[in-house]
């Protein structure tokens, strides 16, 4: 059955019922290998892991999708309209690099400030789609925590908000452990 024939609460609540653990495990490994950067590169190659990482993210998460169960790139699993919502979700973070950019052009210790908040984001939709706060409650704590850090630990931008960053998907993971489908 693709998803023509099935009825988009119908593929809303089989895309809910995932376990949603290969991105934000994917995003974890990586803001904490940003945070390990951060503590023994010079802070101008921390900025390229933290670029190459956080670029490589979705590709992290595909690997690791086939070790969950989720298995991302299977021709063979149906088609489902909030997969590709979610892919948009990603662009969406992609995107969001054409801010980031040139801000890390003018200072280049803006990136954990910017690429931490403006990637978030995506979090916010996924919350909308599987009916559940947690994406929310992702986005505005990540927010808030590394403005918090921003202003409080300006010395440390690459090693405080990567390892912020670490700490929230772990609460977060937890939650989605947790959630009732």
Known sequence: MDHINRTLEEQRIEFTNRPFLATPLAGLIIWLIVGIAGLFLPVRTAVWVLFLGTGSIAYLAIF??????????DKNKPKNVFDRLFLFTVLQ???IYSIAIPFFILDYSSL??????????????FSWIIK??????????RTIVILVLW???????????PFAIVLIYLITLFILKRRKL
Do not use: C, D, N
């Open 151 to 161: 202003y409080m630990l300006p010395e440390y931008k690459f090693v405080a908000i």
């Open 112 to 125: 954990p400030l910017t690429v931490g908040i403006l990637t978030g984001t995506m979090w916010i939709p």
């Open 132 to 141: 559940h706060w947690v994406g929310i409650f992702h986005a505005v704590l």
């Open 93 to 95: 973070s992609v995107l």
């Open 64 to 73: 690791i999708s086939q070790f969950t169960g989720e298995r991302f790139i």
